[in-house]
């Protein structure tokens, strides 16, 4: 009797087009044009396009995420801090999701995961609210049991597992560190499907980690931004995208050979 194989789910590529954005307001004006990148992206093969409305506007504007929910033909991720702000705009504009984020003035990019036991009551409030509205509501978070287990009470439909430090492991070529990293990101993974979440991973991932990960069968989508915008300058967006959609399959590729 021939072996019944449980379908291996696909992985999404989301794209962060916020640098395009942070390398145009380093000199003024309209250009580069981040709604340019992301109609590039989506050609390229990008499932979705991300983008982080800032308190401080220090990359993204108002008018690009307004352009963007208008423009695309692929959904928009609008990553935002849990703010009365940020949740008036995003009812405005209803993205198929939003993924709620810390945010701190001083802070280069995002550091950490989202405290959802610490945002108790008014956290929980706005996430109920945005999913009333429709809207898809993703939670930034480390790989934390307790803090993924609030996101499955809390009502949340996806968390999203910040990659940061496993990848900063990899780069300062901290072996036990990072092996250690990663199998607190399986587990996180596993006990996130487990409660019913959808699982996304994210933050400081490139072409080698990607694949890596990507072996994570619960793991649905990833959420790439800086690296594809760097490595955009020296080979173009679309080819940077189709090289890390390569990635993605080929670590996904594990999982069909295992």
Request: aromatic share 4%; with cysteine.
């Amino acid at each position: 009797m021939s072996a019944i194989l449980t379908p291996i789910p696909p992985l999404r590529l989301g794209v962060n087009v916020d640098h395009v954005a942070t390398v145009r307001n380093a000199r003024g004006g309209a250009l580069p044009d981040p709604v340019r990148a992301a109609l590039l992206a989506a050609a390229a093969g990008a499932d979705g396009i991300t983008a982080h409305l800032r308190e401080d506007r220090r990359h993204i504007r108002d008018a690009d995420m307004r352009r963007l929910r208008a423009e695309i033909p692929v959904p928009l991720n609008f990553e935002m801090a849990a703010t009365e702000e940020m949740t008036a705009l995003a009812l405005e504009l209803r993205p198929h999701a939003c993924c709620l984020v810390p945010e701190r003035r001083e802070e280069r990019t995002t550091e950490g995961g989202l405290d959802v036991i610490g945002g108790g009551i008014e956290l929980a409030h706005r996430v109920e609210t945005l999913a009333a509205a429709g809207i898809r509501v993703s939670l930034f978070v480390a790989p934390d049991a307790e803090q993924i287990a609030r996101s499955a009470d809390i009502g949340a439909a996806v968390v999203e597992l910040h990659t940061g430090a496993w990848c900063e492991w990899l780069a300062e070529g901290r072996a036990a560190e990072a092996h250690e990293e990663f199998a607190r990101l399986a587990q996180a993974a596993t006990q996130a499907a487990a409660l019913g979440l959808e699982v996304h991973a994210g933050h400081g991932l490139d072409y080698a980690s990607a694949q890596e990960i990507a072996a994570l069968v619960e793991i649905r989508e990833l959420n790439i931004g800086h690296f594809l915008i760097g490595e955009a300058m020296f080979e173009g967006l679309e080819t940077a995208i189709r090289r890390m959609r390569h990635a993605m399959a080929h670590g996904r590729a594990v999982l069909r050979a295992a």
